[in-house]
């Protein structure tokens, strides 16, 4: 056939007519697509107007489409995120490359990548959890939309809550036992400390000694139910750092002088400022026994750097060193569940130091990340904003009347 | 501690196994110790007692601790006693509130042996 040369007026409409049909198929489909599928989608324009609002929308904010397109997003969409319920306008992500003009730094973190919403409509706050997805389209420099899709994970969200809560149910539970043991135990001793054996003497440290990591774990999930709830607490007060830091190396030392590893001090220093004290030793504690337990031979050095409106602490071994891969998992929640509960020569493990430091330095402002070569050894370090004064009041009261208490072991 | 002063110290714990060792050991150091079992008890106690300093456990059968704490500080006669809060749950939102209704301190349970219970106590009765 000669097509390239059959411009005829009839060929041409009669091409016309099916690209025009083609079309319109296509637009049947992605409306029936987008009507009948269970998201909730809705699109703005760049003046934040509704251009497109499928049937669950409609059921899931009572307002039929026809009532809303055209009209302004903010004034039917009312959603609503975070623990305390903080409106979310369209205004606030839609056409954005990053949150972080529109939301302080605590709302953009409570958003984060989840980007859990509630929904009200008029018979009130509806009591489930959605997820919010939006894509910018920009068809040119005055022409642009915002698709945005909202899936409900309301049973994940529940799922998740009633994990929480039996972790935290099962590791309050265990904690009553053990403080009837460790103070009966401590009393046992106090009454027998001239009468023990030396053998005796031995057997009961190796009682505490388990007892002392039974303990590190339930508290690490509490710490963790904490995380998750909402209900964790930060006592900030004036510290030394720098002689912070050193009172956990020497805590620490004996350990890996008995491995046959050098531990080398910080030799700057970096002054005084408000800090949880006791969040910060665990900190440290828990990349300083990381670095003994994974390295077999060489050493510990431990750096600090003021950095102006921070201070960097580092630790930096001369272990196996970690892979990318590995990197990326090291920071989540139970991140060696796959290796279970591996023994150790320093203990068992619960994989969720790391975790929970993470999840402190966030509470505190701060960061924590990792720098390591296959065979070349790893450097973990965390930073924390440097504060002369009190962050918040929310735990002054806490602060001024606390106890001098023994640091967690 | 002070030889001319018997402190007397109200033990509110329902844990007879941890009370006992409290109890015990306190009394061998020179204090006079009463107990009660639940929040109701402490209610009767802190109307017969008069302590100097309440150990008090926050989870408590009947009465929870924080309603006993909010009794005697909100009591004119009993609001200068000091009140140390016991918790098995360690530091956690609990502790913010008991601090908020006037609490002195606190001390979480697996943590503290006896012996740092008794230096607690006498650090906040300012001996």
């Known amino acids: 056939m000669s097509a390239q040369k059959d411009f005829s007026a009839k060929q041409i409409l009669r091409e016309l007519y099916s690209k025009n049909l083609e079309l319109h198929r296509e637009r049947e489909r992605m409306h029936q697509i987008?009507?009948?599928?269970?998201?909730?989608?809705?699109?703005?324009?760049?003046?934040?107007?509704?251009?497109?609002?499928?049937?669950?929308?409609?059921?899931?904010?009572?307002?039929?489409?026809?009532?809303?397109?055209?009209?302004?997003?903010?004034?039917?969409i009312k959603l609503y995120f975070g623990n305390k319920d903080k409106l979310l306008k369209t205004k606030d992500y839609c056409f954005k490359d990053s949150l972080s003009k529109t939301f302080s730094n605590e709302e953009a973190q409570e958003l984060g990548g989840k980007f859990r919403v509630k929904v009200l409509n008029?018979?009130?706050?509806?009591?489930?959890?959605?997820?919010?997805?939006?894509?910018?389209?920009?068809?040119?420099?005055?022409?642009?939309?915002?698709?945005?899709?909202?899936s409900n994970i309301t049973e994940e969200v529940e799922l998740d809550k009633q994990k929480d809560e039996f972790i935290s149910i099962a590791s309050h539970e265990l904690k009553t036992p053990i403080s009837i043991v460790k103070t009966n135990l401590w009393m046992f001793k106090h009454l027998s400390k001239e009468v023990l054996e030396e053998k005796q003497?031995?057997?009961?440290?190796?009682?505490?000694?388990?007892?002392?990591?039974?303990?590190?774990?339930?508290?690490?999930?509490?710490?963790?139910?904490?995380?998750?709830?909402?209900?964790?607490?930060?006592?900030?007060?004036?510290?030394?750092?720098?002689?912070?830091?050193?009172?956990?190396?020497?805590?620490?030392?004996?350990?890996?002088?008995?491995?046959?590893?050098?531990?080398?001090?910080?030799?700057?220093?970096?002054?005084?400022?408000?800090?949880?004290?006791?969040?910060?030793?665990?900190?440290?504690?828990?990349?300083?026994?990381?670095?003994?337990?994974?390295?077999?031979?060489?050493?510990?050095?431990?750096?600090?750097?003021?950095?102006?409106?921070?201070?960097?602490?580092?630790?930096?071994?001369?272990?196996?060193g970690i892979s990318e891969e590995e990197q990326k998992k090291l920071f989540k929640k139970f991140s060696r569940a796959q290796e279970g509960l591996k023994q150790h020569s320093l203990g068992a493990s619960t994989g969720l130091g790391l975790y929970i430091s993470k999840s402190i330095l966030k509470e505190m402002k701060g960061d924590i990340g990792v720098m390591s070569k296959v065979g070349k050894g790893s450097t973990f370090w965390f930073s924390i904003p440097k504060s002369k004064i009190k962050r918040k009041d929310k735990t002054k009261k806490i602060r001024s009347s606390i106890i001098t208490k023994s640091i967690l072991a | 501690m002070s030889e001319e002063k018997k402190y007397k110290v109200l033990i509110v714990e329902d844990e007879e196994a941890l009370r006992n060792v409290y109890t015990e050991y306190l009394r061998s150091e020179g204090f006079e110790v009463v107990e009660a079992t639940n929040g109701e008890e402490a209610f009767e106690k802190i109307e017969q007692f008069d302590f100097d300093i309440m150990l008090l456990d926050i989870m408590l059968p009947k009465v929870d601790g924080l309603e006993v704490l909010k009794k005697v500080k909100s009591n004119i006669k009993l609001k200068d006693k000091k009140v140390l809060l016991l918790t098995a749950l360690g530091r956690d939102s609990v502790i913010k509130e008991g601090f908020e209704l006037g609490a002195d301190g606190y001390l979480i349970k697996d943590q503290e042996d006896p012996e740092t219970v008794k230096k607690n106590i006498l650090k906040v009765l300012g001996s």
């Open chain 1, 34 to 76: 987008l009507t009948q599928v269970a998201e909730v989608i809705f699109a703005v324009d760049d003046s934040y107007k509704i251009t497109v609002f499928n049937s669950s929308a409609e059921n899931v904010f009572k307002v039929k489409g026809s009532v809303v397109v055209g009209k302004p997003a903010d004034k039917y």
């Open chain 1, 122 to 150: 008029s018979k009130g706050l509806l009591p489930l959890y959605f997820k919010l997805n939006y894509a910018n389209i920009v068809f040119g420099p005055k022409d642009k939309e915002c698709v945005i899709s909202l």
């Open chain 1, 201 to 320: 003497t031995l057997f009961m440290r190796e009682v505490d000694t388990g007892l002392e990591r039974l303990s590190k774990i339930v508290n690490n999930l509490l710490d963790i139910s904490r995380i998750e709830q909402g209900r964790f607490v930060l006592e900030e007060e004036l510290a030394d750092v720098d002689a912070l830091i050193v009172s956990t190396i020497k805590s620490m030392e004996e350990v890996a002088i008995k491995k046959g590893l050098k531990v080398v001090y910080p030799n700057k220093k970096v002054g005084s400022m408000y800090v949880d004290k006791e969040r910060f030793v665990e900190i440290l504690e828990n990349l300083l026994s990381n670095a003994v337990k994974y390295t077999e031979k060489g050493g510990i050095r431990i750096n600090v750097f003021d950095e102006g409106k921070q201070i960097k602490v580092s630790v930096t071994d001369t272990g196996a």
